[in-house]
């Protein structure tokens, strides 16, 4: 594998020699996920919690060609702030990182990346699944086949339920990723603690998780996790509102014909129009929660980090 396309920020690149544990962030989120100048004072809040916590964040995206393992302020900015950021997933880094334009890489494109960095834990707000529909219009997200077959952790708040939640637990069962409730039973639903799904196994402690991805990896079982980290219950929406408003926000999703890549950062954007900023409002408490509980899991496992690996 040629690490040549990798350029890690010094404080990273600091904690790789010294063995810290590193908590891996993605780029989309910023870019596509959430409005200026939210996104980046929730980027920049997320990396100090990680610190808080003892780890150190590495926020990646695509710039000049290269693989960047780290961020400074200025490039959080610019990601924050620009219109002609990609949004990239896996079949999009090839033609990214040739044509050395500006990507913001999503959840698969994280784990690739995060992967070749040699850090195994992701933390970010909601992970991409099988789509309401995807019985006619195929789209399920890259992110799943991803957690399939790279070895991370992804922290998240579950999935919102733009998403068939049945049908994308359904797919990570047969792909064999292990769907880790962190402290429940229970599948959260992203705005909502709760859906009508149970996980596969309750995390009951980060100790508990990071010995089972040891285990996981130890054992030469390729792919993710997902660790599913409810709202905090003062943040959470009510289910009948945001169940209203992702109804509403599909139908003129459809209506407009937005499709494919599109169609993630549409939803997200409408349903903060539609709930008068308090879907954003829930989306950044969860992501920082994400952060708190997915570094204290990376902490552990670095713990544990094996002799041989
Ligand atoms: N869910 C969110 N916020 C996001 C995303 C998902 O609450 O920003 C982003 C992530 O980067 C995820 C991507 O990997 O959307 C999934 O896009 P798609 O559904 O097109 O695969
Ligand atoms: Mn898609």
Same mark, same amino acid.
């Given at each position: 594998?040629?690490?040549?396309?990798?350029?890690?920020?010094?404080?990273?690149?600091?904690?790789?020699?010294?063995?810290?544990?590193? @908590?891996?962030?993605?780029?989309?989120?910023? $870019?596509?996920?959430?409005?200026?100048?939210?996104?980046?004072?929730?980027?920049?809040?997320?990396?100090?919690?990680?610190?808080?916590?003892?780890?150190?964040?590495?926020?990646?995206?695509?710039?000049?060609?290269?693989?960047?393992? +780290?961020?400074?302020?200025?490039?959080?900015?610019?990601?924050?702030?620009?219109?002609?950021?990609?949004?990239?997933?896996?079949?999009?880094?090839?033609?990214?990182?040739? $044509?050395?334009?500006?990507?913001?890489?999503? /959840?698969?494109?994280?784990?690739?990346?995060?992967?070749?960095?040699?850090?195994?834990?992701? /933390?970010?707000?909601?992970?991409?699944?099988?789509?309401?529909?995807?019985?006619?219009?195929?789209?399920?997200?890259?992110?799943?086949?991803?957690?399939?077959?790279?070895?991370?952790?992804? @922290?998240?708040?579950?999935?919102?339920?733009?998403?068939?939640?049945?049908?994308?637990?359904?797919?990570?069962?047969?792909?064999?990723?292990? /769907?880790?409730?962190?402290?429940?039973?229970?599948?959260?639903?992203?705005?909502?603690?709760?859906?009508?799904?149970?996980?596969?196994?309750?995390?009951?402690?980060?100790?508990?998780?990071?010995?089972?991805?040891?285990?996981?990896?130890?054992? +030469?079982?390729?792919?993710?996790?997902?660790?599913?980290?409810? /709202?905090?219950?003062?943040?959470?929406?009510?289910?009948?509102?945001?169940?209203?408003?992702?109804?509403?926000?599909?139908?003129?999703?459809?209506?407009?014909?937005?499709?494919?890549?599109?169609?993630?950062?549409?939803?997200?954007?409408?349903?903060?129009?539609?709930?008068?900023?308090?879907?954003?409002?829930?989306?950044?408490?969860?992501?920082?929660?994400?952060?708190?509980?997915?570094?204290?899991?990376?902490?552990?496992?670095?713990?544990?980090?094996?002799?041989?690996?």
């Amino acid at each position: 594998m040629n690490t040549s396309y990798l350029v890690y920020s010094p404080e990273v690149k600091e904690a790789k020699e010294q063995g810290k544990a590193i @908590v891996a962030l993605e780029s989309t989120i910023i $870019s596509h996920g959430m409005p200026y100048p939210q996104n980046l004072e929730t980027a920049e809040d997320v990396e100090n919690i990680i610190r808080q916590q003892g780890a150190v964040p590495a926020t990646i995206a695509l710039i000049d060609g290269k693989i960047r393992i +780290g961020m400074t302020h200025d490039e959080l900015e610019a990601f924050a702030k620009g219109e002609d950021i990609a949004k990239v997933s896996r079949r999009d880094i090839p033609q990214i990182l040739a $044509s050395k334009q500006a990507g913001a890489t999503t /959840v698969s494109a994280t784990m690739i990346c995060a992967a070749l960095a040699g850090i195994d834990v992701f /933390v970010t707000g909601g992970i991409g699944g099988v789509h309401r529909g995807a019985e006619t219009t195929m789209d399920i997200s890259a992110d799943l086949q991803e957690l399939a077959k790279t070895n991370v952790a992804v @922290v998240c708040a579950g999935a919102k339920s733009i998403l068939d939640i049945g049908l994308t637990l359904e797919y990570l069962e047969t792909h064999g990723v292990p /769907v880790i409730g962190y402290e429940t039973d229970t599948f959260p639903a992203f705005y909502t603690r709760e859906s009508e799904f149970g996980v596969d196994v309750n995390g009951t402690s980060p100790e508990a998780i990071a010995e089972m991805l040891r285990v996981k990896w130890d054992l +030469g079982l390729h792919g993710g996790a997902v660790i599913a980290n409810p /709202v905090p219950t003062e943040d959470q929406m009510e289910k009948a509102d945001i169940d209203r408003m992702i109804a509403q926000a599909i139908q003129e999703a459809k209506d407009q014909g937005i499709k494919g890549k599109d169609t993630t950062p549409y939803l997200l954007s409408r349903l903060k129009e539609l709930s008068d900023g308090a879907t954003l409002t829930t989306n950044i408490a969860l992501v920082k929660h994400n952060a708190v509980n997915g570094a204290q899991v990376a902490v552990e496992l670095n713990k544990r980090k094996s002799s041989d690996s």
